[in-house]
């Protein structure tokens, strides 16, 4: 069965990191592109960034261009996102996706596979 889970949300102070885990099942890892979203209260959901199968390009909104960085650990199907200089319009539940590539992703397009979420409050 195709799963995405994520982990590593949580609250944290303005300022603050955090870490987000995605594990993947093989076949949904394996030669795709990788990324999250994520979807604030009221707002809808939108692009954070993706990486692709190899040799790890990555892409990223402008929002979070500079504080987050996006990995892979292709041995272990599961893909990071680490998160610093956190602000509180950070907050939001982010969702891990998967895609044949990461421009569909980057251009949230044709989507196979997302994760339910991981919540990630920052407070000021």
């Known amino acids: 069965q195709v799963q995405l889970v994520e982990s590593g949300g949580g609250l944290v102070q303005a300022g603050g990191s955090l870490r987000l885990s995605c594990a993947a099942s093989e076949r949904t890892f394996s030669n795709s592109g990788m990324g999250w979203f994520r979807q604030a209260p009221g707002k809808e959901r939108e692009f954070v960034a993706a990486i692709t199968w190899s040799p790890g390009n990555t892409y990223y909104a402008d929002s979070v261009k500079g504080r987050f960085t996006i990995s892979r650990d292709n041995a272990k199907n599961t893909v990071y996102l680490q998160m610093n200089s956190l602000k509180p319009e950070d907050t939001a539940v982010y969702y891990c996706?998967?895609?044949?590539?990461?421009?569909?992703?980057?251009?949230?397009?044709?989507?196979?596979?997302w994760g339910k979420g991981t919540l990630v409050t920052v407070s000021s």
């Open positions: 996706a998967a895609a044949p590539t990461a421009t569909m992703i980057r251009d949230n397009y044709n989507i196979h596979y």
